[in-house]
Structures are given as C-alpha cells and as structure tokens.
C-alpha cells in the first residue's frame, strides 16, 4: 500500500469519524449531507429540505419547469438574498454611524479610516438601488406570467406592499449621510408628500418632525430605516414566502 | 385510469431495466402488459440483522394472531414465495401488490429502541440491491376519481437550490465587484442654506419628479402615485378577470404593462439624465450629467 493510500484512508477514517460522532449528528438532522453515510436517495434528498430550518421554505418537490432559470430568473430569490446582504451591511454601518450632527463626518471617517468601511458603505448603497431595480423586475416577471391570477391575488397585493416597503426604506436610508445629495432629495420628496390633500402640511411636518429637513429629521429617518420598516417589511415577508406555498407554489406552466 | 405522462413510464421502464437486466424496451413492453413479465430467477439474497421489535403498541398482542417466530424468518424454499415482514403480514397479502425487500423496516413504523447501547446512526439507504417482486396485481378501482393529472416535479435539493446559491454567489460576487469599482457619491456636508440646482430625488422618484413639471402637483405629485401607482396596482389582480395565463390570451394586460414599464421608463431617464438646472432640458453628452448617484459611473468628454 503506497504513502498515498495510507493517507488517503486515515482521512477517510477520520471524516467518518468526526461526521458520525455524536457532535456533528447533533447539529445536523437525519439526512443532512455534512452527516455521515448519506447517499443521494429521494428520501435523502427530502430529508435535506425538511430536516433544516433555512431550506424548509422550499417545499420537498417543485414544479419542473419552476426550477429553469428562464422562468423565474432568480428574481424573488435575489431580492430576499439582497435584504439579507442589506441587513448586514446595514449592521455592520451602525457601529460607525451617529443620526446626529456628526452624522456627516462619521461618513468622512468611514470611508477614510475604518477598515473596508468605503466598501461595505458601497454594497450598501448600491445593494439598496440593485434591491429596488431587482423587486420591480421581480413584480415584471410575476406580470408578465400572469402569476398573479387565482389563486394568488393577495400574494400581488402583499408584494406591492413589499415594493412600497422597499422604495421607503432606500428613501429613508437616502438621507442618512447627510451630505448636499440626501437632504435635498428628501427635501424634493418631503415636499412632494406636502401636496396630499387636506392633511399634506401634517404629512409633511410628520416626516420632516419640522417644516424642513434637519438633524430632527435625520434621527427620525434613522429609525425608521434601521428599525420601523425592516420589521414591517420582514412581517410582510414572511407572509408572501408563507402564501407562495399555500397557494401551491411556483406558477405555470404558461 | 389516470393516464401516466410518458417520461414517467420511461424513467419507471429504465428503472426495472437496469433491476431485472433487460432492456428498457422489453421493461416497457412488460409495463404496458404487452409480453410476458421477466422471472427473477436468483432469490435476492436477505441479510437477517438482529432487531429489536417494535414498541409495544405497534406489535400486535402474541397471544392473538401472532405467528409463531418462525414465519418471521424468511422462507428459504420456492421463487414465488416472498418473505414478508410479520407486522405488515396481517394488513398487506391481500391486497398490497408488491411488496419491497429491504435490509430493514422502515424506519418510521420501528424507531430504534431506546437503549443505551443502541446505534444512533440510521442508516437510510443500506448498499443492498433492492428488488420489487410482484405478489399478486389487484385492479385499480378508487373511491375517488383523480380530480388532476399528476405534476412533473422534482426534488427541490439538489434541482432548485444548487442553481439558488449559484445565482446568490454570482450576485454577492457582482456587488462586491461593483462596490469596488464605484464609489457611493458623498458631497459637502448638508446645508439648508445652499440650494443646489437641480435638486434632484432619488432615480426610482425621478419620473414623478418629471411628471410635477408637467402638471399641478395635486395630480403628479399625489393622485397619480396614490391612485395609478398604489391603488389600481395593489387592485389589478381584481379587475383583470380573465383566467388565461398564456401571453397570447392575455395581449390586453401585457400591452398595458409594457406601456406602463416604457413610460415609467422613459420619464425616469429623462428625469436622471436629460434634466439640468432649473428642469431644463439637458443632453448628458454636451453638458454632463446633472445626477450626483452618477458622478462615478459615466464620463463623457
């Protein structure tokens, strides 16, 4: 038996060893692949969706022509995947962030003295415009299959909610560094909320907390992006995913 | 009869094919009932692994119908006699078909006791050749007529999610990349003092933005956002009754969609890039780009 072999098999040894010892079989339910002994076998490959709490969105089956990247192109799935990537980053921005008036140099600081702090500032902002292009796209793709027809009328309603929810949450994150850029396009937005008729001034004062955009304004706006709406948004999220499954799935054929 | 969808029956013929060891066309001709059905000739070997049995409430009471421990033991004699499992024995000769040999029961019906010493690894798919024999065929007769035809479906792992994370790798890939490239615009600091000209919104409101400099802002601004953009969209599921989903059924709705996604379209490009000071109409290429989102991404000299 050649060096090679030898070692060939102490590793496999010891991968089933430390896939079936009692830790990894802890962790991971019956089925899993990080489990040793799995096979790929239809029970398998059911047990890799039931048995883990992230795949579980996913029914066991789907629809054959559901699964060709020409039908749905990923939309749906790469909105959700992009308010995740948003959620971090997100995050990650809030260590370094004061909705004050220093709110503006914790920007200049960001970008110039925390590490990779110009970049995760980037894939958050521009994540934030590629998650309203790729919602709106998402919501073409679900009209132009008629995807929307019965039994999935309130699936639509619930997912211009969504779209709604997404163009209020960028348009509140727009402000947030506080640069010439974010107060007047607030401002051009907040006036445009002042035309409502009857209650447009009330509207306005409410967004503004004043009659114009200030840092009042810039802390009202910071909690409604990093707090108000994503927990509206994940709410009606997770009722749009829920709905997907009740109404029975992926659309179609055509 | 439900009529099986033919892809189904090749993939069921190749399956008894590649068992038996005869050709896919000769399992076909068998299923359709079109020859005589192939006799396994070699008794599929049996590996009799010590089990505890079941939990008390499944097993049924020994003094009742139990058989004696011996018919447990699969009979060694004739083809034609299958062995049987004695739990199901009681419920399933009659009117079952076939009946699966397995290295073990399922592992639903027997959950291993629990002993100390007992293995906690299930094994789900043992290496053992599993046949399906065939003990006797009862016609189909359902209480219920089939209401559909079957689905075509497959399994969501690995059909559904290795092409999900590859999309999800690909785009974490693409925003990164981007992210490196392009640098999110920040200008001076906020000064309500100092209005730049044009002030602009964000691109996704840049086309009412447009639309104000057409028409009173209670219209561009309010009735047309609320009622257009929310109100008939949210309730457009409602008023388009017509069932069909086919495109060339419904060539009213994408007729309607398509002139909404140009004409959205078609304001917000103005609105970002064809508008400079005072709203007034710009060409990008002889005066630049009047949207500050921009400033990184294009350059015309």
Known sequence: MSLRDRLKETRAKASDGFRGGKLMSSIFRPGSPFRKGYVDSPRNRSYVVMNNVLYHLHPVKVKRHGVRLSYTLCLGGLSFFLFIVLTITGIWLMFYFRP????YVDIQNLQTTIAFGSLVRNMHRWG???????????????FYHGAYKAPREFNWVIGV?????????????YLLPWDQLAIWAVTVGGNMAGYVPVVGAQVKFGLFAGLEATTATLLRFYVLHVLFFPFIIVIFMAVHFWRVRKDGGISGPL | M?????????????????ALGISVEQAMAEMKGQSDPTIISKEPEVKVIDETPAPAAETPAPAAETPAPAAETPAPAAET???????????????????????KAPVAKTPPPAKADAPDEVDFAPDVKVTQRLLTVVKAKPIQKPAKEPIDKVNTWPHLMLPEFVALMAMTAFLIFLSAILQAPLLEEANPNVTPNPAKAPWYFLGLQEMLSYWDPQIAGVMIPTVVGLILWMAFPYIDRNPETHPSKRKFAIMFYTFFLAGAGTL???????????????????DGIWFDDLLDWIHFE
């Not at chain 1, 934030?128 to 679900?142: P, Q």
């Not at chain 2, 006699?81 to 040999?101: F, L, N, Q, Y």
């Open chain 1, 100 to 103: 004050t008036e220093l709110a």
């Open chain 1, 128 to 142: 934030a415009h590629l998650m309203v292009l790729v919602v709106f796209l998402h919501m073409s793709r679900v």
């Open chain 1, 161 to 173: 909610i969504l779209l709604l929810l997404t163009l209020l949450l960028s348009f509140t994150g």
């Open chain 2, 2 to 18: 439900v009529d099986i969808p033919e892809h189904l029956l090749q993939r069921s013929a190749e399956a008894r094919a590649k």
């Open chain 2, 81 to 103: 006699v299958t062995p049987v499992k004695e739990e199901h024995a009681a419920e399933t000769t009659e009117k079952v078909a076939a009946v699966k040999i397995e290295e």
């Open chain 2, 268 to 286: 917000t490009i103005i609105g970002v890039l064809f508008r400079g000071p005072g709203w007034n109409w710009v060409y990008p290429w002889i």
